[in-house]
């Protein structure tokens, strides 16, 4: 999620206490027929809210910094991918050798094995009744690349003829390279699983119909307007506060 996102979150519990801190002010006067909408109920569920936005915000930055890391880690990857095929196709060996070993480079690289068609191209194949879409490049994840990676080393080490003189070339060195990013990918999924259990947590805290945060809040601000009247200066109070569905 973005940065906005997040901070939306806790704008709409911090906005959540000062709404509950006016409300304890009233006294007695609050008093909704509505179980959700009376104080101790409430209370309750500004408690949840800030703990489970903590539990995502402590979650957040071991994913950050994985991510970061796989990115690192893959940035040379392509190139060396390149220099592994033109050593390839330097060799003696069978077109269908060379064929396997430049697929295997296209899907670690995330290329595409025809161009993307143009918005122009897909509209003139709708009008002569071939409509058409563009295939996902499903080959660009990092699970897909790895894979291919994979698939190359097990079709390198198969080649007698290779045998490269560059240590980042060799066999041996692929396979580190190979067993890093599958590392560092291992750790993203890993560092996103609780990650992504605490925002479901915490979007079904917040958003769900009826029963969420933002809900509450918007009825309890309907509440306070219809007890003491639009133009009182307890409704002033918290008119201003903002309760908004943030965008997953």
């Known amino acids: ?55 995502v915000n402590a979650s957040a930055p071991a994913n950050k910094n994985a991510i970061a890391a796989r990115e690192l880690a893959f940035q040379p990857l392509n190139a060396l991918a390149t220099r592994i095929m033109n050593s390839v196709l330097a060799m003696d060996v069978s077109d269908q050798v060379q064929d396997n070993v430049k697929t295997l480079v296209r899907k670690i690289q995330g290329r595409r094995a025809e161009a993307k068609k143009t918005e122009e191209e897909l509209k003139a194949l709708a009008l002569e009744g071939n409509e058409t879409k563009n295939i996902s490049a499903s080959q660009m994840s990092y699970d897909s690349r790895i894979d291919s990676l994979d698939k190359l080393i097990k079709l390198l080490s198969s080649l007698p003829q290779y045998i490269p ?23 993203v999924i890993t560092t996103t699983i609780p990650l992504s259990n605490a925002r479901i947590t915490r979007d079904e ?25 639009a133009t009182s200066p307890q409704y002033k109070l918290i008119s201003k506060l903002q309760f908004k569905t943030v965008k997953k």
Request: proline residues 1%.
């Open 205 to 229: 805290l917040m958003y769900k119909e009826n029963t969420g945060l933002v809900n509450i809040a918007l009825d309890s601000k309907l509440y306070i307007k219809s007890v003491f009247g």
């Open 165 to 187: 003189n560059e240590n980042d070339l060799k066999i041996t060195t692929i396979t580190t390279l190979y067993n890093d990013l599958k590392t560092k990918n291992t750790n």
């Open 1 to 55: 999620m973005a940065t906005f996102s997040e901070t939306g979150h806790s704008k709409n519990v911090a906005n959540f206490e000062q709404l509950t801190t006016y409300i304890s002010g009233y006294g007695a006067v609050y008093n909704p027929s509505k179980t959700s909408l009376k104080l101790t109920a409430m209370v309750t569920l500004l408690t949840n809210a800030r703990n489970v936005v903590s539990v």
